[in-house]
């Protein structure tokens, strides 16, 4: 069976330290690996990410695959209260369903 | 602006009875998705469409049953609510070849008592 594993399940920070989030997976038929930001209500997407070694970036955050060691970070720089979400990696199998892991739970104090 | 809208933020049912939770996408998007999230359990696949009247099982598709008769509008249904699908339903749409990139409408907390 095919499974999204994300780590740590909860973390917190002071505004302005570094984080990085992990994700692994085990798939067959890999094809992309996804990043979802969830605040209080929907996901909203972040990244999506199908090359190893590429690093995908938008302003604080950025994130990177590794397909040989089955893994995603997703790090964020000089944080602010405003990245406090839950963040939801997912892995973006066949037949348009994506399988989500079960988030980190991000808090970023002042 | 993308935008992807639920039917109710809040319902309460009570068990026995027949639910609709109603999605509308004003994306053009071919794709539409149901979802549930509940704590420690994270965000499950409960049905899928990739086209009009075209329909797909997710991980957990008991209980529920969905229609799409029209390109913009996916209707989530329980025939018969128990209490064990009180959750949060959650609703996204994408383009056909780009079905990672998911767009969810703020959700309907869903109660069955």
């Known amino acids: 069976e095919d499974k999204v594993v994300q780590s740590p399940l909860s973390l917190v920070v002071h505004e302005g330290d570094t984080v990085t989030l992990n994700c692994s997976y085990e798939?067959?038929?890999?094809?992309?690996l996804l990043w979802y930001k969830q605040e209080k209500k929907a996901p909203t997407f972040l990244f999506m990410l199908t090359s190893s070694g590429i690093e995908k970036k938008s302003g604080r955050l950025s994130s990177i695959l590794d397909k040989k060691e089955l893994f995603s970070i997703l790090n964020i720089t000089a944080t602010q209260t405003g990245d406090s979400a839950v963040y939801l990696c997912a892995d973006g199998g066949s037949n348009y369903k994506l399988t989500f892991g079960k988030g980190t739970l991000l808090t970023v104090n002042p | 602006d993308v935008k992807v809208t639920q039917s109710s933020r809040y319902l309460v049912k009570r068990t026995g009875e027949k639910v609709f939770l109603e999605c509308v996408q004003d994306?053009?998007?071919?794709?539409m998705f149901w979802y549930r999230q509940d704590p420690g359990l994270g965000l499950r696949l409960i049905y899928f469409s990739y086209d009009v009247k075209m329909k797909e099982k997710g991980d957990i598709p008991e209980g529920y049953s969905v229609s799409r008769e029209k390109k913009e509008r996916f209707s989530l249904i329980l025939e018969s609510a128990s209490t064990n699908q009180t959750s949060m339903y959650l609703c996204?749409?994408?383009?056909?070849?780009?079905?990672?990139?998911?767009?969810f409408g703020p959700g309907t907390r869903l109660t069955v008592t």
């Open positions: 996204a749409s994408s383009f056909f070849d780009r079905s990672g990139e998911q767009y």
């Open positions: 994306m053009d998007h071919e794709n």
């Open positions: 798939v067959t038929n890999f094809r992309s």
